[in-house]
T-cell receptor, first 110, second 113 residues
Framework: DAKTTQPPSMDCAEGRAANLPCNHS???????VYWYRQIHSQGPQYIIH???NNETNEMASLIITEDRKSSTLILPHATLRDTAVYYC???????????FGQGTELSVKP | ETGVTQSPTHLIKTRGQQVTLRCSSQ?????VSWYQQALGQGPQFIFQ???????GRGNFPPRFSGLQFPNYSSELNVNALELDDSALYLC????????????FGSGTRLTVV
């Protein structure tokens, strides 16, 4: 079973920040938080990952709480092309499967 | 660098038949995983290969089998197809460098009738 809990759906206005929450209260010390997204009929796309520090790349920012029991993916200026299902996954770094939950379906609206 | 490519993109098979799906890993990647995604669900892990050896398997019956070749490309074989095998089959590769993410292909849409 997935070790994460996400809201099933969210809406965001185009140009605004999209903040996608994820709960992972049973995360272990050696597990990373990964985010992927899946645009309709395509394979999942890697977005970002982190262990305990906040991370930022060209796509998004990842904020992990100090106790590591939850995190938030931030898309700073959402566009219509960001409409997708976003998956939050926890896994050990050194290999192993990705366990996908149901994800959050983000709809970016004009 | 090239990404992960899967073939064919779409396939229709009859119940009871056998199917082989193919995956070319991203250049430099030595680990490949296969996932099954039913409509409206998240991908489910089938198995993973590292340097031609299976090193992890999900809750799928033995009629799901795979191979990884010396060039790290891979095949997924499914025997005795059932209607419930209809799904999007995704291949993902990684370099094995810790910590690493997976690069996914666009998948093969299999329909069993």
């Amino acid at each position: 079973d997935a070790k994460t809990t996400q809201p099933p759906s969210m809406d965001c206005a185009e140009g605004r920040a999209a903040n996608l929450p994820c709960n992972h209260s049973t995360i272990s010390g050696n597990e990373y938080v990964y985010w992927y997204r899946q645009i309709h009929s395509q394979g999942p796309q890697y977005i970002i990952h982190g262990l305990k520090n906040n991370e930022t790349n060209e796509m998004a920012s990842l904020i992990i709480t100090e106790d590591r029991k939850s995190s938030t993916l931030i898309l700073p200026h959402a566009t219509l092309r960001d409409t997708a299902v976003y998956y939050c996954i926890v896994r050990v770094a050194a290999g192993g499967k990705l366990i996908f939950g149901q994800g959050t379906e983000l709809s970016v609206k004009p | 660098e090239t990404g992960v490519t899967q073939s064919p993109t779409h396939l229709i098979k009859t119940r009871g038949q056998q199917v082989t799906l193919r995956c070319s890993s991203q250049s430099g990647h030595n680990t490949v995983s296969w996932y099954q995604q039913a409509l409206g669900q998240g991908p489910q892990f089938i198995f993973q290969y590292y340097r031609e050896e299976e090193n992890g398997r999900g809750n799928f019956p033995p009629r799901f089998s795979g191979l990884q070749f010396p060039n790290y490309s891979s095949e997924l074989n499914v025997n005795a197809l059932e209607l419930d095998d209809s799904a999007l089959y995704l291949c993902a590769s990684s370099s094995g460098t810790v910590p690493y993410g997976y690069t996914f292909g666009s998948g093969t849409r299999l329909t069993v009738v």
